[in-house]
């Protein structure tokens, strides 16, 4: 079997990290000025804020991507399985036994390949596919699969874009009934503090919460379309009959230290190798 199953996501201590730092960096301000967390601790105004904002966002966003949108909060906690070295083993074992027997030995090899877009895309290599045919294919896949991840990352800068104004609502609501009590001093400067607290939490919850957790979903929705770009060009490379080390190089060229969205271009040695592993024997 080419290719391994896929190891079990792990979970992501920097979100972790990121969090408990942006709480406890804010708590541990407000206990240094003397305050107390029952000041901030305010039921009713996370109710008006958490409410209010996923209200408005149902109103902006259809309900199956609001839905797919609380689904991917795993991925956020969760750094995917999937391995670049992983795939390029696989696809450095399936070029080298195309060069061997042909790539219509493959066929048993891709019905046990456990990433649907790589078996797919292997599939209509091995089913004699016309290369310009097939990677258009496999790129309206890859724009589905971006454009599937942008949508739930909307919801969530949504979310942070509502949050804090929500958080305004819910401090006027408090200091109209502050303004009721006008003759006791003492409960006006007291409501006027909790009034403040919504705020508090709108700004919050979009700043350390809604606005990040969108970013970090772009950022995994562009880890799995160049892993998954990086598996079709290996399949592109295997339907050609290229030297499976020439093959190596180009999938390595994606996991270089530093790489940018694009692929990066091969250093010149790497260009040489190339060049040496294209050229017709003989």
Partial sequence: MPFKAPAKSRL????????????????GGLLLEKGNILDIAQITAAMIVLGGTFGAVLVTTPL???????RSVRGVFFEPGDSPSVFIEGLIRLASSARKHGI?????????????????????????????ELRHMMEIDLAMLEQAGEDEAKVWE??????????????????IQVMKHL??????????????????????AANIFFLPLAGKLRARV?????????????VAGIAQGLNPTLIRLKLESYTLPGKPDKPARPAPAQERVMEEAAAPRG
Avoid at 160 to 175: D, K, R
Avoid at 222 to 234: D, F, H, I, N, T
């Fill in 183 to 204: 003759e006791d001093i003492k409960m006006v400067g007291h409501g006027i503090a909790v009034a403040f607290v919504a705020t508090l939490y709108g700004v919050g």
């Fill in 104 to 132: 219509v030995s493959l066929e048993t090899e891709v019905a046990e390949i456990p990433d649907p877009f790589l078996r797919k895309a292997m599939g209509l290599a091995v089913d004699g596919a016309d290369l310009q």
């Fill in 12 to 27: 992501d201590l920097s979100t972790l990290a990121g969090i408990v730092l942006a709480l406890g960096g804010i708590i």
């Fill in 158 to 175: 949504a979310a942070g874009g509502y949050s804090p104004t929500i958080g305004i609502i819910g401090a006027v609501m408090g200091l």
């Fill in 64 to 70: 199956p991507v609001v839905l797919r949108a609380f």
């Fill in 222 to 234: 562009r880890g799995a379309v160049m892993l998954k770009e990086m598996a079709l060009e290996g």
